[in-house]
């Protein structure tokens, strides 16, 4: 879907399907940042991911601001090009994710202005015994969409950021009521859509006050040095 919000034009692109009948482990990542790159010309990525809270101080209904990732899919090719070793130390875009902090502080929501996610494979959600690792390694989240989204999006030189909505506590939670479930990501999901919606049109207001020219040519750079062999694996 294409139009405009403030005075900025934008594509909204529905990662899972209109439907959501696509799970997180068969989503076609490289096509979807392929086409808003190259079909649509975009420059910068405001992603939302439904996410777990690995922290009792992180309660469900809380935004936060992601800024690393780890990564443990298992999915095959994660790659636009033949050979590519894109930078991945600061993964989403500090300005961008600057835009969105300032947003939220704006709107007032609780939010988090940092957060490590864990990204797993999918479609079934994590054991205790993952949830409870995952903890020990100090990460705040744990969702499904982060990777290869990110790298991916560092390999197209689009500047991405992504805000992660917390929707239940994972499955380490003592309350029972509070694990991670199809029913209650349902039940909590529709006032965590407003929320975003708020929150993004407020960070395009913000994204239109930002001076890019330095930001996209430094983004294009990197991406452009990455490349090892500039063919394109079939998406």
Not at 47 to 58: N, Q
Not at 136 to 142: E, H, K, Q, R
């Amino acid at each position: 879907m294409t139009g405009r919000i403030s005075n900025t034009e934008v594509v909204l692109i529905a990662r899972h399907g209109k439907n959501h009948d696509v799970n997180p482990s068969n989503v076609n990542y490289r096509a979807n940042l392929w086409a808003l790159k190259k079909q649509f010309k975009c420059h910068i990525v405001l992603a939302t991911t439904a996410c777990g809270s690995l922290k009792e101080d992180i309660p469900p209904g809380t935004l936060v601001v992601l800024d690393q990732y780890i990564d443990r899919t298992r999915r095959g090719n994660q790659s636009i090009y033949k050979v590519t070793h894109v930078p991945q130390g600061d993964p989403f875009d500090p300005q961008v994710r600057e835009c969105f902090i300032k947003a939220l502080k704006r709107i007032g929501y609780d939010h988090r202005t940092t957060g490590t996610a864990v990204s797993i494979e999918g479609p079934r959600f994590s054991t205790k015994a993952e949830s409870k690792l995952f903890q020990s390694w100090g990460a705040d989240i744990v969702n499904m969409t982060s990777v290869p989204e990110c790298s991916l999006s560092a390999e197209l030189s689009l500047q991405y950021a992504s805000l992660a909505l917390v929707t239940d506590y994972d499955c380490w939670h003592e309350d029972p009521d509070e694990s991670v479930s199809v029913d209650l990501v349902g039940d909590r999901l529709p006032q965590l859509r407003e929320k975003a919606q708020n929150v993004l049109i407020e960070t395009i207001k913000e994204i239109e006050q930002c001076n890019w020219q330095n930001c996209h040519a430094r983004t294009l750079r990197i991406a452009s040095s990455s490349i090892m062999n500039s063919g394109i694996n079939e998406l």
